[in-house]
């Protein structure tokens, strides 16, 4: 286990390093000019876009948006754990933190069935077609995430592990991704329209 | 006093839930504009979505320049929805 100093105030070594906040960057460019898009729609069928949106429900999105912000604050003392030299107690919040994911991917599952059932689904208008790509990218991106933090907390726990903090950093930087993205998908599709 | 950096984590948790929860009553508000709900709705997202980047993913530690590009990009996404919310 290597949890070595870094001075991440060097342009080259921001926490989890340079590549995974490109990944972030590039994600959250991504999903922005989605988001500027579902807007820009949204304007041109006002009428469409409000009785889609009131379909939806909000508590779910709310109920999710607490379990993913929970989720994220366990992981970020995961990673302090991990600094401080304390693997057991980094690999228990990464566990609780994964919890957090999996209770997010079966409410949103839950939302999905719904839908599907309603007649609610990818076709029926351009808000939907919206609400489906721009939740179902969401979701893989949340399921990645917890693979990749079942595959660190399995290295976290083996004897003699190589695992440095670079690597849980730069996990918890993509599983928080799935959080500052959340907290923009969130208020477009559930609120405002 | 200086805040331990697990206090610091609480504080940033707690003040995300609390965002959270203005963020749903105020979008059941009925008593102001259409256009400054929405307004405050993203300006609460923003914020939420600083906190995160800042605090959590502890970009605050980083160089500038990360720093700049989050503001920037994070910043640049809002304005353009909030563009595109009033363009019509």
Not at chain 1, 120 to 142: A, P
Request: aromatic share 16%.
């Amino acid at each position: 286990m290597s949890t070595n100093n870094t001075n991440y105030s060097r342009f080259f070594y921001p926490p989890g390093g340079i590549l995974i906040w490109m990944i972030v960057f590039l994600e959250i460019i991504t999903f922005g000019i989605a988001l500027i898009g579902l807007m820009y729609y949204g304007q041109q069928e006002t009428e469409v876009f409000h009785l889609s949106r009131l379909k939806l429900n909000v508590t779910f999105g709310v109920v999710n948006t607490l379990f993913l912000l929970t989720s994220g604050y366990f992981m970020a003392r995961s990673v302090q754990s991990f600094r401080e030299k304390d693997v057991i107690g980094a690999s228990r919040f990464m566990k609780i933190a994964l919890v957090g994911g999996a209770i997010f991917v079966i409410i949103k599952t839950i939302e999905y069935y719904a839908k599907i059932n309603a007649g609610l689904t990818l076709d029926k208008n351009m808000f939907f077609t919206f609400y489906w790509l721009l939740t179902g990218f969401h979701l893989v991106h949340v399921l990645v995430g917890m693979v990749i933090l079942i595959i660190i907390n399995l290295k976290m726990n083996q004897k003699n592990t190589s695992i440095k903090l670079d690597d849980v950093e730069a996990g918890a930087a993509f599983w928080h991704l799935c959080d500052l993205v959340w907290v923009l998908l969130f208020p477009a599709l559930y609120l405002i329209f | 006093m200086k805040i331990s950096n697990t206090h610091s984590l609480l504080i940033t948790y707690l003040f995300l839930l609390l965002l959270t929860a203005t963020t749903a009553l105020l979008s059941g508000t009925s008593g102001l504009k259409q256009y400054w709900i929405v307004l405050g709705i993203l300006a609460i997202a923003f914020i939420k979505f600083l906190l995160i980047a800042l605090n959590y993913m502890e970009l605050s530690k980083a160089h500038v320049f990360w720093k700049f590009l989050l503001f920037f990009i994070g910043g640049l996404i809002i304005f353009g929805m909030l563009v595109m919310y009033q363009s019509f």
